[in-house]
């Protein structure tokens, strides 16, 4: 009989482990209106971050893609994860949230700024060279935008797998050019 309960447990602890490391494939951002435009792919090619003194993870993800009518549309994503799952210790609630997101986009008219909270599980140690991590659930708004930014997206759910290397100063200066490109953008870009 213990040895049933040993075998039982090590299944357990397996299939537990395993659950912990689902993919939930590649980001998509999807509106919450029914019958609004399909379901956005930022194919975020590049990102770094940052663990901070209190434990928080920093995170910057970017994309670039064509635009319809020619230009370049340039995206970037900002995530502070602010605690860690723990399995069994921290129960994943749809009301659960443990990151802030920022989503920049930068389109030839204008840039739009959405932001919201999610669930972020990150899949490797905070000593790691390269993070795979996954929003697990999010939620996003327009926010911020200069007057030529049309919304495309409204009220909108994310959620996808992603990476980034580890780079304290990359995560650091490239958060503030960003964040500068964006109000000097709206700024700039008044009707």
Known sequence: MKQRT???????IIVTGLAGCKSFGPMRIK?????????????FTSGYFRVSR???YH????????????GTVRQVMILR???????????????????????LVFTPDGCGMYQGAGF???????????????????????TGASGYFSDALGASRIIG???AIRSVEKTLTLTLRTKRQFFAATLANRP
């Open 31 to 43: 509106p919450v209106k029914s019958g609004s435009a399909a379901t956005l792919r930022p194919a």
């Open 81 to 103: 994860v602010f605690w860690k799952p723990i399995p069994g210790v921290t129960p994943i609630l749809r009301t659960a949230i443990n990151t802030t997101i920022r989503y």
């Open 54 to 56: 209190d434990q928080a």
């Open 6 to 12: 040993v075998i039982a447990l090590a299944l357990f």
């Open 161 to 163: 797998d992603f990476k």
């Open 59 to 70: 995170f910057i993800l970017f994309a670039t893609t064509k635009a319809p009518n020619g």
């Open 120 to 142: 972020v599980r990150l899949h490797n140690g905070s000593h790691a060279r390269e993070m795979h991590a996954s929003l697990v659930d999010g939620d996003l708004r327009l």
